[in-house]
């Protein structure tokens, strides 16, 4: 079951500085953890240049069941703790170097859980071509893999999970449609999100 849609103010936050190399000492947090992919593309009428002014755009996602349970039976896994802060500092590093085909150039600036009326995972990123965000790939972990949660790592999209914002904070643009509301971890498939221009 999903909840409500997360109330920001009582995350997690991790704000976790510098980068991450896929080598050695990070291989095992990929074989246990992954990702999803969301592609940011114009709804009807939106103009190609919506993401124009764009400073940062946050992508939020709730939890399923399994991955939901994963953590209430194993809260050393959280970005917080002891077993789940290095993958989390890795991954900070890896999202936006991970090799998928027409990704969003971009830098992880924090990485947020939520634990209080849902359970949810928010990353917040920062464009570096904010030209390219059109039609862009954007990476989202880390996740558990199945491997590691032992079911089916699946999360949903609501409207208004992907929103980008200008220096002072004011939402430039938002998607409210997504091609499927679920996505599972480990799976090739990518979502695609209706942006619209928000005014």
Not at 166 to 182: D, L, P
Request: hydrophobic residues 40%; glycine residues 8%; contains cysteine.
């Amino acid at each position: 079951m999903f909840g409500r849609r997360p109330l920001w103010s009582s995350l997690l936050l991790l704000a976790l500085p510098g980068a991450a190399s896929c080598d050695s000492e990070t291989s095992g947090i990929e074989e246990d953890h992954g990702y999803i992919l969301l592609r940011l593309s114009p709804a009807a009428d939106t103009p190609d240049d919506w993401a124009a002014g764009t400073a940062t755009f946050s992508i939020n996602v709730q939890y399923g069941a399994c991955l939901a349970d994963f953590y209430e039976e194993n809260p050393t896994w959280k970005a917080n703790e002891v077993d789940g802060m290095p993958v989390f500092e890795a991954w900070n590093g890896m999202l936006c170097t991970l090799p998928v085909e027409g990704r969003a150039d971009c830098t992880v600036e924090s990485i947020f859980q939520e634990f209080s009326n849902i359970s949810a995972l928010l990353v917040r990123y920062t464009p570096t071509n904010v030209e390219a965000l059109n039609g862009a790939v954007v990476p989202i972990g880390p996740l558990p893999t199945q491997a590691m949660a032992g079911c089916e790592p699946r999360v949903r999209f609501e409207p208004g999970a992907a929103i980008g914002v200008e220096h002072i904070g004011e939402r430039v643009w938002e998607a409210m449609s997504f091609s499927s509301e679920t996505a599972v971890v480990g799976q090739d498939e990518i979502v695609e999100a209706e942006v619209s221009v928000f005014y």
